[in-house]
């Protein structure tokens, strides 16, 4: 059965405009993306299909293109459409933290973070540039390393800083392990990158562990 023969309550996209995306599952959200299904299945039946090849929305999300479209009904414009929307909602969260203090919206900071940089296979360590009332001037990736590990180098973090002109900063990296406890090497790295800056009067405000699930606040367990 098609989906403009169900119920105007059970259909996806009548659901979001009465009850907003939140009400929606998985499969439904997916079914207003692709709009269509394919011959036999429903946008919902194709959606639900879809969610179960991949294993869920997230890894679905972060296929690279040549996994993506070797799947039923994805296809090269589905693919950029879907990195469209992705980079649109990066860009989104980072308008917002450019607008006002980092302090006052520890939630979206740690969103955009975790956007940027839990898909990504290796290991990142970047930097969220703040001026002196603690607003996004920007972020930069300084290191990339293998799957465990990122070499690190104070020097070219505060050069950076200096360049931006920043008053503060966060630090952040992933674990592709999925895991958010921080190393010794990383409370280490932490420890060394605050004594760097500090000849630079720049302030190290956190250290943002991205993996599965929250992202972990270095701050907030005193380990700054």
Same mark, same amino acid.
């Given at each position: 059965?098609?989906?403009?023969?169900?119920?105007?309550?059970?259909?996806?996209?009548?659901?979001?405009?009465?009850?907003?995306?939140?009400?929606?599952?998985?499969?439904?959200?997916?079914?207003?993306?692709?709009?269509?299904?394919?011959?036999?299945?429903?946008?919902?039946?194709?959606?639900?299909?879809?969610?179960?090849?991949?294993?869920?929305?997230?890894?679905?999300?972060?296929?690279?293109?040549?996994?993506?479209?070797?799947?039923?009904?994805?296809?090269?414009?589905?693919?950029?459409? $879907? %990195?469209?929307? =992705? &980079? #649109?909602?990066?860009?989104?969260?980072?308008? @917002?933290?450019?607008?006002?203090?980092?302090?006052?919206?520890?939630?979206?900071?740690?969103?955009?973070?975790?956007?940027?940089?839990?898909?990504?296979?290796?290991?990142?360590?970047?930097?969220?540039?703040?001026?002196?009332?603690?607003?996004?001037?920007?972020?930069?990736?300084?290191?990339?390393?293998?799957?465990?590990?990122?070499?690190?180098?104070?020097?070219?973090?505060?050069?950076?800083?200096?360049?931006?002109?920043?008053?503060?900063?966060?630090?952040?990296?992933?674990?592709?392990?999925?895991?958010?406890?921080?190393?010794?090497?990383?409370?280490?790295?932490?420890?060394? $990158? %605050?004594?760097? =800056? &500090? #000849?630079?009067?720049?302030?190290?405000?956190? @250290?943002?562990?991205?993996?599965?699930?929250?992202?972990?606040?270095?701050?907030?367990?005193?380990?700054?």
């Amino acid at each position: 059965m098609s989906i403009r023969d169900w119920p105007a309550a059970e259909r996806p996209r009548e659901k979001l405009l009465a009850w907003g995306a939140a009400s929606l599952s998985d499969a439904e959200l997916l079914a207003i993306f692709l709009r269509t299904g394919v011959a036999g299945r429903s946008a919902v039946d194709l959606a639900r299909h879809l969610l179960a090849q991949f294993g869920g929305l997230r890894p679905l999300l972060e296929a690279n293109q040549a996994l993506f479209n070797q799947q039923l009904g994805l296809g090269p414009a589905k693919f950029a459409q $879907l %990195q469209a929307v =992705l &980079e #649109m909602s990066r860009r989104h969260m980072a308008e @917002h933290l450019r607008s006002e203090s980092v302090l006052e919206s520890p939630e979206v900071v740690r969103g955009y973070l975790k956007a940027l940089l839990r898909h990504e296979p290796h290991e990142i360590f970047g930097c969220l540039f703040l001026d002196s009332k603690h607003r996004v001037l920007g972020f930069e990736a300084l290191s990339e390393g293998t799957i465990d590990a990122a070499v690190v180098y104070p020097r070219q973090v505060v050069k950076r800083a200096l360049a931006y002109n920043a008053a503060a900063l966060i630090l952040c990296h992933n674990h592709p392990s999925g895991s958010v406890e921080p190393s010794a090497a990383d409370r280490k790295l932490t420890k060394v $990158l %605050q004594k760097a =800056l &500090e #000849m630079v009067d720049v302030r190290v405000l956190d @250290h943002i562990i991205v993996g599965d699930g929250d992202p972990l606040s270095m701050a907030e367990y005193g380990w700054m």
